[in-house]
């Protein structure tokens, strides 16, 4: 345990996750600012880095960032791109010490594709919690584990999403082995049935299915802007942002205002928007400033 904390201690302090937490936030704000297509959110081939990040990302060498204030870089290879190949969210979907094909997954399909995952039945065992299996490679102890009928079903679509995610360690660095040095064996397919092998292939595979991303992340956006759930009568609307969306080579604006032009957003029952301004309130007399 020693050893594993002093090397954390050397690349993980708690600055790197403010950073890691901000990462995400810095993306999203600069498609948005520069009007960027709502797909860099999957596929970027750019993101923002501290001196401290450079350092987690193993990238010393590869990009010039100097100091603790976030810098927009290129990124050097084809290893990572967009939110999900962050470390942020590899760290969040993972285990302590041991990735997690399964959390991966399940994300993917929750936040990216809008597929919902049902909760595990009760009195379903932890992967391997004594780590009693460490000759076997992370792949192997999760399809031991959904052997059990009761779990096959649901794993049989997250697991194949995040075997591909397996380049990526508990941290989300990178890495082309197992712990035990064992090959990792990357390949997937998704529930429709798109086969892939890495993370390229599985952004690829996305991007193949973009329709789904865009149709959730504008569900997101009206319900923000709306401030309440999605009703059954939104879907329409949500169908009609993807289509503008399509239309403008997805620039992140665009939602913005075809949200806001939106019926939903414009009325209320069919009718107009009324909101009641109440008269301003008479000026207060201010005290005078004493002086000693």
Known sequence: MVPLLTELQSYYTPEVASDLRNEPILLFEYILGENRSLLDLL???YTFLTARLVKFYQLEGKVDVRGNEFKMVKLP???????MEMGSVLAMTSHY?????????????????????????PNVPPLDPDHKQKDLTVRQKVEEHRANAQCAA??????PIGFAL???????????????GQPLDTSGE????????????????????KDDFLRLLAGKMLGYALGRGLQDGDSCTVQQLVDELAKDN??????????????????????????DIPAPAAPKRQRPMVTK
């Open 97 to 121: 010490e041991q990735t997690s094909p399964v959390l991966r997954g399940a994300w993917v399909l929750e936040t990216l594709l809008g597929t919902p995952v049902p909760p595990p039945p």
């Open 250 to 275: 997805y620039q992140a604006r665009t939602l913005v205002r075809e949200i806001v032009l939106s019926v939903p957003f414009r009325n209320t029952q069919g009718g107009n928007l009324k909101v």
């Open 190 to 209: 998704l529930p429709s049935g798109e086969k892939f092998n890495g993370p390229v292939e599985l952004r690829q595979a996305l991007l193949n299915r």
């Open 154 to 159: 649901c794993h049989r679509l997250m697991d």
């Open 43 to 45: 596929n970027a081939d």
């Open 77 to 83: 290879d084809d290893r990572r791109g967009g939110v």
């Open 166 to 180: 397996e380049n990526f360690d508990w941290m989300g660095r990178w890495r082309d082995r197992e712990k035990n």
